[in-house]
């Protein structure tokens, strides 16, 4: 009996929920604060207790031949920040039998919702998960409603991001990460318009960590399954205790205050 993706996704959520953190920035644009030393950064996220890292196909291969860790996700979009009006339209640069012979556990892509592109994406995508079926690999669908051509949708509280998340699960996607939709109400409508674990992304400009923390809780008592957050991590002087932080809530079901009293 082979393994199914399900049972890959124990180690990376356990419990069903999980810190993760995606180092594929650099590839988009660069320089960024907290990649120049990646390793740095990822040896501070393994120390603090993240579940999963996701990395382009190349950081990947020279991780794994630097370490033993085993919870490394290859993302296999692309694009920078140099493309012009086809600067958020992502292309396939990987697969996942190439995944797992460069050692990562699961996949990742991203679609931009309303973007110009947006069915390219959707096709690779699919095209993606039909791939990793084969493979027993599990996928991670990032999805950002944030396109031009974005449609508002009458009474939906979460401006696109409900949708976000059912075009990942509704591809074959088995977890999601989206936006934060502002508010527990809207988001309780994200978790609950799929059966597949939704992970929050950290790119709320403009607050504290404190804030991020607090979003963190309402999220996880909606039926969020926890971050896939990056900047708000490796872009920090203290990335093991925030780690820590999110730990407490998300595993340990501290609330915000107790996780920032943690961190000192």
Not at 91 to 105: D, T
Not at 194 to 199: H, K, N, T, Y
Request: one cysteine or more.
């Amino acid at each position: 009996m082979t393994t199914s993706p399900s049972d890959a996704l124990s180690s990376l959520l356990p419990g069903g929920k999980g810190v993760w953190v995606p180092m594929d920035h650099g590839l988009t644009s660069f320089p960024v604060r907290g990649l120049r030393n990646i390793e740095e950064a990822i040896d501070d996220c393994i120390e603090g207790g993240v579940d999963a890292i996701v990395l382009q196909k190349g950081v990947l291969s020279h991780q794994i031949n630097r370490l033993s860790w085993p919870n490394f996700i290859m993302h296999v979009s692309a694009s920078t920040i140099h493309a012009g009006i086809n600067s958020d339209t992502k292309v396939p640069v990987g697969n996942p039998g190439e995944a797992q012979e460069r050692g990562a556990v699961a996949i990742s892509c991203q679609i931009n919702l309303g973007s110009n592109n947006e069915g390219e994406m959707i096709r690779d995508a699919g095209l993606l998960t039909s791939a990793a079926l084969a493979h027993d690999m599990p996928v991670l669908g990032m999805i950002y409603p944030r396109g031009p051509g974005l449609i508002p949708i009458e009474g939906d509280k979460t401006n696109g991001v409900a949708h976000a998340a059912r075009l990942a699960w509704e591809i074959g996607c088995h977890v999601a990460k989206v936006p934060w939709t502002g508010s527990a109400d809207s988001f309780h409508d994200v978790c609950s318009s799929v059966p597949i674990p939704v992970l929050i992304a950290g790119g709320q400009p403009n607050i504290s960590f404190a804030q991020t923390l607090e979003i963190v809780e309402s999220a996880i008592s909606v039926g969020g399954a926890g971050v896939c957050m990056g900047r708000q991590i490796f872009g920090s002087h203290d990335r093991i205790n925030r780690i820590r932080a999110l730990r407490a809530i998300i595993h340990e079901g501290k609330t915000s205050n107790e996780a920032i009293q943690m961190m000192g």
